[in-house]
């Protein structure tokens, strides 16, 4: 690492002009290549998987056909009236006629192109675009289409439109987070170090790593399946990380200029330390994201390439790039206070003081009291965990104030909350007995105990295929839904093909997302145990103890089930989530506890490793536990802490993105971050070292014999014999 920085600083300005070659030429590349996300979560080995793939080969028109939707519904009168009709029939021409539009139905044509609820207030009509629509396009959809509500002549009508398409228009600017998330930080830096230039190098070192990365991910999404929500989290955990990462070189940094050592021994000394810890930390966390490759999801496989990707290039940016950076600036590192200081007085001792020393101090004095109230709040915190719910996340958890919401809930009171989301029965036929027993099926079906409603069933052009629509009772996003799905497979379905040479798969939007949680659930004991496994493994080689790794593995546990605790209250119990403006109470996303897990057991290892490894080095050189603790504690608390508020800072500012999923990232990775450092890191894990005592440190011989020795942050040579470089004021 030594020799790496020095190369770096030597040569700054080609490796500032690299990065920024490199960051050009992906920006070019991806530019020119386009994005090719996709959001298919559909398992081919599952039931519904097997029924998407039935409808694909013979009702393509089921799969290719849109579900966008206009609704209207009249506050006095029907959708008959005729004021109502002669103006929603222009709308809908208008809307016709729009660039990008295909097709409008209507529910005021014979051939039935759309619906009228029973009670005659609400209707609808499908609408289709060419493609996948501009958001300009889709605006222009939207505006039209609701301006007859919007003008005041519309006889008390409400009009709202719903749909995928539909979706885009109702996000908030896409940069709008990383913007009030990178201006935090900048602050939060600013008072740290007292430095302007000192406090700009994380934050650039972090744009140009975190960008790149952002391109990379684009052009990676050509050659794997990508989730669209995975450029986000990608930049939500590479701003995190890669601020802290240049945070924690630039404190050594400075740190050596203090102890006035000139600048390219600071710099290569704080690569040489802190650097490598900051490269054993990017390791973790790569190896907590890619073991989300256990699970043998597709859909899950490129979320961890392209979260890995990021947090690669922000840790090579921050051993190459920043140090660079820290030899432009030369002592402009320390804040003008400082050089002044440093000039006229030389270097002085800096013995922890102040708050952090005084915390560390009373938590030796009190480590049972302080232990068993930290443990009692993360327990409290884990508790709504009991109670997780895995489903559909769909429009109906929008905000109140957005069309999409409004039309799902339009749809919801006018036709029953199961349209927002039917099941699809569907069957091979293999002769005329299969035919008839599929033909018989909806009677047999709309006795069934949440069942609303049954259509016709349908068969394709050969008649070796058949589809019913089941409306359930209740809404896609309840439990009762997903019990029903439970019950017609394991009860009432095989009821029906006894003795027929039936077989019926359920599919559908609900069904599918159960499938998906389904498999999830399965592999997780598999995933956690792996990534719970590598993190120990990284751990025992790294501090030689078997205590440590154990503790950590505990530690990151109760923080991941506390953060999902509080998970579960904003999202799935709705504590808020409508004045955080964050939509209704509904499931949590199936793939969310892995990428979660993933990314909480990366971050909360690398405060461990930046905690435990100046105990280590202490514990080294005096075998008194004691001090060991209570020194490593002061001097990481203050560095910690700073890096902690901005990592939270950035995650927080997530929430508006608008997106749903991207939220409970957000606020899912800064309650753990939060509580990691304030509470875990501060507090649980000095607490709990102190009542262990040398037993922290305890390795049995024969793992001491084989097991191979390696350094996070090798002490730092002694300063060199030649004089102080002098200070400018």
């Known amino acids: 690492m030594t020799s790496l920085a020095r190369w770096c600083l030597r040569r700054r300005l080609v490796v500032i002009g690299m990065w920024l070659a490199v960051l050009a030429g992906t920006t070019v590349a991806a530019t020119l290549a386009g994005s090719a996300y996709s959001d298919d979560y559909r398992l081919p080995d599952t039931e519904s998987g097997r029924a998407t793939a039935l409808l694909e080969r013979d009702f393509p028109a089921r799969t290719t056909a849109g579900d966008d939707i206009i609704v209207w519904h009249t506050v006095r009168g029907t959708v008959r009236d005729p004021a109502v009709k002669q103006r929603m029939t222009a709308t809908l021409r208008e809307v016709a006629a729009l660039p990008g539009v295909t097709t409008v139905g209507s529910p005021y044509k014979a051939d039935g192109g759309g619906a009228v609820s029973p009670d005659g207030r609400t209707a609808y009509a499908p609408l289709s675009f060419d493609g996948d629509p501009d958001a300009g396009q ?45 201006a935090v930080a900048a602050v939060v830096l600013f008072v740290v170090f007292g430095s302007l230039a000192a406090s700009l190098l994380p934050i650039a070192t972090a744009l140009v790593g975190v960008g790149t990365a952002a391109m990379g991910t684009v052009l990676l999404s050509h050659v794997m399946t990508v989730a669209g ?32 050592l000139p600048v390219p021994v600071a710099a290569e000394r704080a690569v040489a330390t802190t650097g490598r810890a900051v490269v054993f930390a990017g390791g973790t966390v790569c190896v907590a994201l890619l073991g989300m490759l256990v699970l043998g999801l597709d859909f899950l496989v490129g979320v961890a390439l392209a979260a890995s990707l990021t947090v690669v290039l922000t840790v090579a940016a921050s051993v190459t790039l ?71 996340s769909d429009q ?65 052009g050969g008649g070796s295929t058949g589809v019913l629509t089941v409306v359930p009772a209740t809404s896609p996003q309840s439990r009762a839904t997903s019990d029903l799905v439970e019950r017609l497979r394991s009860d009432v379905l095989p009821a029906a093909e006894r003795g027929t040479g039936l077989s019926v798969h359920v599919g559908g939007p609900t069904a599918g997302y159960d499938d998906f949680a389904r498999v999830i659930l399965g592999k997780l004991p598999l995933f956690v145990g792996t990534v719970v496994g590598l993190g120990c493994l990284l751990l025992l080689l790294a501090f030689r103890s078997i205590g440590i790794p154990l503790k950590a593995a505990a530690m990151n546990i109760v923080a991941v089930a506390a953060s999902f605790g509080l998970i579960v209250a904003i999202f799935q119990w709705g504590w808020g989530s409508e004045l955080l403006g964050l939509g209704r109470a509904g499931p949590i996303e199936p793939f969310l506890p892995v990428v979660m897990i993933s990314v909480l057991f990366g971050l909360s290892m690398d405060y461990q490793v930046f905690l435990v490894s100046r105990m280590y080095e202490e514990w080294l050189a005096t075998r008194d536990n004691r001090r060991a603790v209570r020194v490593g504690l002061a001097e990481t608390s203050r560095v910690i802490n700073s890096a902690a508020i901005i990592m939270i800072s950035v995650f927080l500012a997530f929430v508006l993105s608008g997106d749903r999923v991207i939220a409970m990232f957000g606020i899912g990775l800064a309650a753990a971050v939060a509580l990691d450092a304030f509470v875990l890191r501060t507090l649980l894990v000095p607490a709990l070292m102190h009542l262990l005592g040398g037993a922290n440190w305890w390795l049995p011989r024969c793992l001491e014999r084989w097991l191979p020795r390696i350094s996070i942050e090798p002490p730092e040579e002694p300063e060199p014999a030649e004089p102080r470089e002098l200070v400018r004021a």
């Open 396 to 460: 109906g958890t929008d905000p109140a104030a957005s069309t999409t919401r409004q039309a799902y809930d339009m749809i919801g009171r006018g036709f029953g909350p199961g349209v927002n989301g039917p099941l699809l029965l569907v069957a091979e036929l293999d002769g005329a007995a299969d035919r008839l027993a599929f033909n018989e099926l909806p009677d047999r079906l709309r006795t069934t105990d949440g069942v609303a409603s049954v259509g016709r069933a349908q068969l394709n």
């Open 229 to 260: 929500f995975a450029p986000m989290l990608g930049t939500l955990i590479g701003l995190g990380v890669g601020i802290d990462y240049a945070l924690f070189i630039v404190t050594r940094h400075r740190k050596g200029l203090r102890q006035g």
């Open 322 to 392: 920043l140090p660079a950076l820290l030899g432009l600036i030369g002592h402009r590192a320390l804040g003008r206070r400082e050089r002044r200081r440093l000039a006229h007085e030389g270097p002085r001792p800096e013995p922890p003081t102040g708050l952090a020393a005084r915390w560390s101090a009373f938590v030796e004095r009190h480590p049972k009291a302080l232990g068993a109230v930290a443990g009692a709040v993360m327990l409290v915190l884990a508790l709504p965990t009991l109670s997780l719910h895995l489903g559909t």
């Open 138 to 182: 889709v605006r222009k959809v939207v505006d039209t289409a609701r301006a007859p509500a919007e003008d005041g002549d519309g006889n008390g009508l409400d009009v709202a439109l719903g749909g995928s398409s539909i979706g885009v228009t109702e996000g908030s600017d896409g940069h709008l987070s990383e913007i009030v998330g990178i």
